[in-house]
């Protein structure tokens, strides 16, 4: 089996043993997946924890079928919104949020607007005003139910009033 590389933003994480971490991502082209980083929690000076909650990261992993946590060959940071966590409210909403996708989505299936529209909201929300999260919470919800087939087709409704 080929190595594959994707793109993703940690939704949950679970320490597991003493050194290893179970952590679940959303990403733009396989949705949902939980991964496995064995010794990811041996500290060092010049090992930097790159997995941790609301983290973009670039994962190499090799696809197994037929295993539900996939081992991860290799990861990289490339977006941290760790400002989020300095309020509160804002941690517990994207909390929320990250829960709220990982219930709602499955694995293996490619979610690509409401990945832009999560990535989105955490950079709003890690640079922007941070009081007005619900102004960007809005849009991730209506990006997932539109994505999901949840929403009218309103191209379909409109064709029906301009034949009337």
Known sequence: MSDKQINAIVLRKI??????????????????????????RRQ????FPAVDLFRELSITYQLKLNQDLQAI???????SYDQIAKTPILYKKSLWLCK??????????????????LQLYFTRLSQHDQKSYMQYLFPVLLVYLSESGQLPDLSANEQKQDAM
Do not use: C, M
């Open 15 to 40: 320490p597991y043993g003493e050194d290893h971490l179970i952590f679940t991502v959303f990403s733009e082209s396989e949705g949902k997946l939980d991964f496995i980083q064995r010794y990811a």
């Open 44 to 47: 060092s000076k010049r090992k």
């Open 73 to 79: 060959q290799a990861v990289d940071l490339i977006n």
């Open 100 to 117: 709220f996708i990982s219930q709602n989505t499955v694995g293996y299936h490619p979610y690509p607007e409401l990945y832009k529209a």
